[in-house]
């Protein structure tokens, strides 16, 4: 006798399922059955994945759903009636079964979500072909009206399912867990049940886990999910119980006294046929214009391009398209070009910023000449082999850039041309890494968060937690002596990897040609019913043929389209920032001096300090940069450099080798070199090439090995020695192995240099929309208008009447503060006071603000927000604003029930009368350093002066300004004094505290390092907003000069 289980919950159960699907398919053969059912709650998240691994194992894979039932119509969604949803298990049996698992799992969650995902039975009517049910655990309906002792209702629900689903297809399920109440009585009343309606047993097990002593981890994943510890009385749990997965011989021991209930797992296997179809493209229908193949329209629109692209039409470039459309031909992708230039020419077309590439789709000459990328492949050696590979056929991957505040009109254009059915946006899942799980774990388990965090802290980064015990001394060393980390690190172990959450993929997006319910199921993300995202992430995506594409939303691409906007607007000029001269003189001063906060790629500190010794003046220097300030290939930088200005000669092992490598100064730094060194030295095809890449991208040995071995014969027989081929090998692999994509490197450069241009030429513009772009970041603004300061670009504090939304640029080298940047002013409160300003000029005094900005938004808290921070200065002071605050809400609530009424408008909203009504308390002015605290809570920098000012002659006497200390200082003592703005406490690994200290004086700012001894006798000075002076010994580790304090004093 054999026995399958079909019901089975993997780690896509998020809430209680523990399995991975891996680690299932693998116990299902340990145990020495050769088909399993998969049957979530809810989701179809695994399936694509529990497919294939299921039939590469020679498992026959049963796709299904364990689904929630509305206890009402899908519709109803009233609290204490509605919230409790029956299970019921459905299974495919076929095409039409799996489709309809699909409709049914998406409109459970579009349609039905009240807490759990719902369908109900109408829609299980409209969606019962092709599909198995079984009655599920004691959640089912059937179940439900068993323990309520309503066997009549039980009786009326099993005919109604039967005749639902049809009588073959309908199972009453039977489930040995006898520590469960009630289970035992289900059971036999379901045995009853079968018997008088003659509706089959079958016989399962809840699986939530694989072992038996997984049990304590699935808890542990129970409690990690719902925030809950584990000793915390009342919370949701499922000990006591053995849900692992059951060895066949043990379900048959079980259930021997009802041995079909057995046969019928067997039975129900045998009607399941279902065969997903994997690796066959399926383009979207795009329609191109009449007696015209997609073929010959790309032909066409390429012989476009080419008129507008070049002046001279060269046999280089004549060869170089017909070769790429005859690779595109051969392999049936011309509407999938067709597609992508759509709708980045619509975008282009409609004042969307579109990056100039991304990835290795550059290397195309027919994407440059169709305005998908804006990078000439020709002119920059990028290889079209590097993108599209004729002899391995595959779907190209053309990823984009979108200015990140319009990416969302591109997807609506996508979603409008092909229809809502056929595209959606793609789910990802985040799961849990190594310190993730060891602090989740030591949390659930009522450990000290700074043991957990300490321990965590021991694992590297991108190590998986065994090998980290085995490669860390230090977590080695705590796993074998201390019980606690013991306890920990083992249960992480086993929840490393689980699936936590779903949320939306940040680029990608499916477009297809059948409808998406035909082809994957879709759901809103937690707490956005405005996306539909699918169910499939974007592996599964790709496994099923389907077009996926990935629109990156860049933030960089909003700053350059607000800059140009702004530029137009104060300079009347228009920028083409794709046609930008690429030897700007301006431009490379401004990189050679490390001038490059907010521009793209080159503003890190150490990226800075590598721009300043280059000193590039070519665009080669700025790819080669951006390829090389990595981990791995940053090694090399220095070397770079000085091959550049000629401090160390550059040698080369071939003469072929320098027309290669001369860019790059005979440093190796792209894997499009390493193909360009196999074609030419080795007689490599430039596809032969593309695998050498990705073998030594991968260091597999066995491919090392073998292509090592081809290209040694290839030089070899090209005439070089053998000695000489073995040493360019040696030389190129470490380089290669850590060699960037050139195509990638070139666009991301490109949008590097068109926002240091910009910086170059329109600085005060530039900013203003740098700054824009961050203001939801209070600590990134203050960095960006010290910026400015340097920059000579002055400041303005934010006025009721001259302020925009945004920053704004007032003059050449003046810029306001916009409204939206200050804390706690929301958008709607900010867009009805500068709609109502265009509408009717200025605010001429409080009252006349508060009877015309009518929105229920303007509360106390943004009232005083926007007092505080000085946007109402030019209309009183702000004392008096604050501490008559509750007469001020009053009247404005007053004038809003006048207005309502229709009593102010006899008298127009700035009459005398309207303003005879509000009479302010005579109090104080507020005082110079409350004003500057103000703003700095609100705005995040000092604006109107700085409080250390009034201390000018004290410091000048006793400290150094913090901008005068240099790297040369790097251990000598210095005395600084400033004011304290923010502090991050730590717990070292022996358990004491330690300070990291930010500072500032009236114009630059430090970190200072409080270590344990010093912090124990200083411990009560450190506080925000305290005026200190310090005495330290100057650090520049990590290249950031710090300052590690010896002593403290309070200025007072």
Same mark, same amino acid.
């Given at each position: ?133 079984? =009655?599920? +655990? ?139 179809? @994997? ?30 692209? #070049? ?8 060869? &170089? ?40 789709? !550059? ?29 391995? *056929? ?16 591109? %997807?609506?254009? *996508? ?53 980290? %015990? ?24 086993? @929840? ?15 477009? =297809? ?17 405005? =996306? ?26 909003? /700053? $350059? ?15 083409? %920032? ?43 220097? /700025? ?19 000085? &091959? ?32 360009? /060194? ?59 192995? #850590? ?7 070139? +666009? ?11 910086? !170059? ?16 970041? $209070? ?20 006025? *009721? ?72 200065? !030019? ?7 604050? @501490? ?6 009053? #009247? ?93 406490? /730590?717990?070292?690994?022996?358990? &004491? ?24 006798? =200083? !411990? ?22 710090? *300052? ?9």
């Amino acid at each position: 006798m054999r026995f399958t289980h079909l019901h089975v919950h993997s780690h896509y159960s998020l809430l209680d399922g523990l399995p991975k699907i891996n680690d299932l398919i693998s116990r299902v053969k340990d145990l020495g059955m050769d088909s399993v059912a998969l049957t979530d709650h809810g989701v179809m998240y695994g399936v694509v994945e529990f497919y294939k691994k299921a039939v590469k194992e020679g498992v026959k894979p049963i796709i299904g759903n364990e689904m929630y039932l509305a206890p009402r119509t899908r519709f109803d969604k009233e609290a204490r009636i509605d919230q409790k949803a029956f299970h019921l298990l459905l299974l495919a049996k076929n095409k039409a079964g799996y489709e309809n698992l699909i409709k049914l799992t998406t409109k459970a969650h579009l349609e039905g979500f009240y807490y759990k995902p719902r369908i109900d039975k109408e829609l299980l009517r409209e969606h019962a072909d092709g599909l198995i049910g079984l =009655t599920a +655990c004691l959640s089912g309906e059937i179940p439900r009206a068993i323990i309520a002792g309503n066997i009549e209702k039980a009786e009326e629900l099993a005919a109604e399912y039967r005749e639902i689903l049809g009588p073959e297809n309908f199972y009453l399920e039977v489930q040995h867990h006898p520590n469960l109440e009630y289970q035992e009585k289900v059971n036999q009343a379901l045995i009853k049940l079968g018997k008088k309606l003659k509706i089959s047993l079958v016989a399962t097990h809840d699986v939530h886990y694989l072992n038996p002593d997984d049990a304590d981890a699935q808890d542990i994943l129970m409690a990690v999910q719902t925030g809950a510890k584990t000793d915390d009385e009342g919370r949701l749990t499922m000990t006591g119980e053995n849900f692992s997965l059951q060895p066949p011989e043990q379900m048959i021991k079980w259930f021997s006294e009802i041995p079909e209930a057995i046969e019928n797992t067997q039975k129900i296997v045998e009607q399941c046929n279902f065969q997903l179809k @994997l690796g066959e493209i399926q383009l979207p229908h795009l329609k191109v214009p009449t007696g015209k193949t997609p073929e010959e329209y790309l032909k066409e629109l390429c012989q476009r391009g080419l008129a507008q692209r #070049y002046e001279n039409i060269t046999k280089e470039i004549s060869d &170089r398209l017909k070769y790429e459309l005859g690779v595109i031909g051969k392999t049936g992708f011309a509407s999938y070009f067709l597609i992508v230039q759509d709708f980045v020419n619509w975008s282009k077309n409609s004042g969307v910023i579109v990056g100039p590439g991304r990835g290795s789709a !550059a290397g195309s000459l027919v994407s440059y000449l169709l305005n998908i990328t804006d990078i000439d492949p020709l002119r920059y050696d990028l290889l079209f082999e590097r993108f599209l590979n004729p002899e391995r *056929i595959s779907m190209p991957d053309i990823d984009l850039d979108f200015a990140d505040a319009r990416r969302d009109e591109v %997807i609506a254009y *996508i979603r409008e041309k092909y229809g809502e059915d056929h595209v959606a946006q793609i789910i990802t899942f985040g799961t849990m890494a190594a310190r993730a799980a060891i602090r989740d774990v030591g949390r659930v388990l009522n450990y000290p968060y700074t043991f957990c965090d300490q321990l965590a802290k021991m694992i590297p980064f991108g190590l998986t937690l065994q090998k980290a %015990i085995d490669e860390s001394a230090e977590l080695g060393h705590a796993y074998k002596t201390d019980n606690g980390a013991r306890k920990i690190i083992n249960m992480a172990i086993k @929840l490393e990897g689980v699936v936590r959450h779903a949320s939306t993929h940040a680029c990608g997006l499916v477009i =297809t040609r059948q409808t998406l319910d035909e082809l994957t199921p879709r759901q809103h993300p937690a707490g956005d019913e405005k =996306t539909i995202v699918t169910q499939y992430e974007m592996h599964s995506i790709e496994d099923l043929g389907l077009l996926k594409m990935d629109l990156l939303g860049l933030k960089n691409l909003t /700053i $350059i389209e607000n800059a140009l906007k702004i530029i137009k607007n104060t300079c009347n000029e228009t920028i083409d %920032i794709s046609r930008l001269p690429l030897d700007d003189k301006p431009t490379y001063e401004l990189l050679q001096e490390g001038k490059t906060t907010g521009v793209f790629q080159l503003e890190s500190g150490g990226m800075k300090r590598n721009l300043k010794e280059l000193k590039p003046t070519q665009f080669e220097d /700025i790819i080669a940069m951006v390829a090389l300030y990595r981990p791995g290939p940053i090694e090399f930088i220095p070397e770079f450099i000085a &091959r550049k200005h000629g401090l160390k000669e550059i040698e080369y092992l071939h003469p072929k080798l320098e027309t290669i490598l001369k860019n790059t100064y005979g440093i190796c730094v792209y894997q499009e070199q390493l193909m360009a /060194i196999a074609k030419e030295l080795a007689g490599f095809t430039l596809t032969e090439a593309d695998i050498l890449r990705k073998a030594v991208g991968k260091k597999i040995k066995k491919l090392l090995d073998e292509q090592r071995g081809k290209m040694m014969n290839g030089m070899i027989r090209n005439g070089i020695s053998e000695e000489i081929a073995s040493k360019i090998w040696q030389w190129a692999e470490p380089f290669a192995s #850590y060699g960037f994509n050139r195509s990638h490197a070139a +666009c991301y450069a490109m949008v590097g240099y068109q926002t240091a241009y910009l910086k !170059a030429h329109f600085p005060t513009e530039f900013m203003s929309a740098l700054m824009t772009s961050e203001e939801n970041d $209070i600590e990134r603004v203050s960095f960006l208008v010290d910026e400015c300061q340097t920059m000579g670009v002055q400041i303005l504090p934010p006025n *009721i009447n001259e302020s925009l939304a945004n920053f704004t640029v007032i003059e050449t080298n003046q810029i306001r503060f916009g409204l939206r940047a200050i804390k706690n002013v929301g958008d709607n409160v900010v867009k009805t006071i500068i709609n109502e300003k265009k509408a009717n000029g200025p605010y001429k005094s409080i009252s006349d603000f508060l009877e015309r900005v009518q929105t229920k938004d303007l509360n106390k808290k943004s009232l005083e927000s926007l007092v505080k921070s000085g946007a109402f200065d !030019a209309l009183g002071e702000r004392n008096e604003f604050l @501490l008559n605050m509750e007469t001020l809400l009053s #009247y404005a609530k007053e004038t809003q029930k006048n207005k309502s009424n229709g009593q102010i408008s006899l008298f127009g909203s700035n009459s005398k009368v309207a303003n005879h009504q509000l009479k302010l308390a005579e109090v104080p002015p507020a005082t110079k350093k409350e004003k500057l605290f103000w703003e700095r809570e609100l705005l995040g920098l000092y604006i109107s002066g700085h409080p250390m000012r009034e201390y000018k002659e004290l410091l000048e006497k006793n400290s150094l300004p913090i901008g005068k200390i240099t790297k040369q200082m790097a251990g000598k003592q210095v005395k600084v004094g400033g004011i304290i703005n923010k502090i991050r406490k /730590i717990v070292t690994r022996t358990g &004491r505290p330690m300070l990291f200290v930010q500072i500032e004086d009236s114009q630059s700012k430090t970190e200072v390092i409080v270590f344990p001894n010093v912090l124990d006798k =200083t !411990a009560t000075i450190w506080q925000e907003d305290k005026m200190v002076l310090i005495t330290g010994k100057v650090s520049d580790r990590d290249e950031e000069i710090k *300052i590690i304090c010896d002593s403290v004093k309070e200025i007072t």
